[in-house]
């Protein structure tokens, strides 16, 4: 739907009395804001990393653990268990090893002449 018509839609709600005052500025003020909820998820999806200090073989299943809150041991057995599906584990740990990036990879370097 446009912004247009989804500002139309909460006018007319907000003057049938649908909407409280309150409630219309502030769908108004989350329309307006565009897709700050989308833009979230890219940034939450965009900060998996590979774990470096949980690491068995690549950090794959440390790093989902650290994203998710879900223990490193319990993505581990399901990459297994997917392992013996067809090996789609297999691939599909492959491929999170090679797209996701390590934490190393997103530490700040210092800067030369300090140790």
Known sequence: MAMSDELARLGDL???????DDEFARAKARVLDGGSAASSGVAAINSLRRSVADRWL???????????GVSAWVWRL???????????????????????????AARPLPALGSR
């Open 14 to 20: 907000h003057q049938r009395g649908v909407l409280s």
């Open 78 to 104: 399901c990459f297994a268990l997917m392992v013996l599906c067809a090996g789609t584990g297999m691939l599909a740990y492959v491929l999170l090893w090679i797209f996701v990036p390590s934490q190393a």
């Open 58 to 68: 690549g950090g794959v299943c440390g790093g989902l653990g650290e994203f998710t």
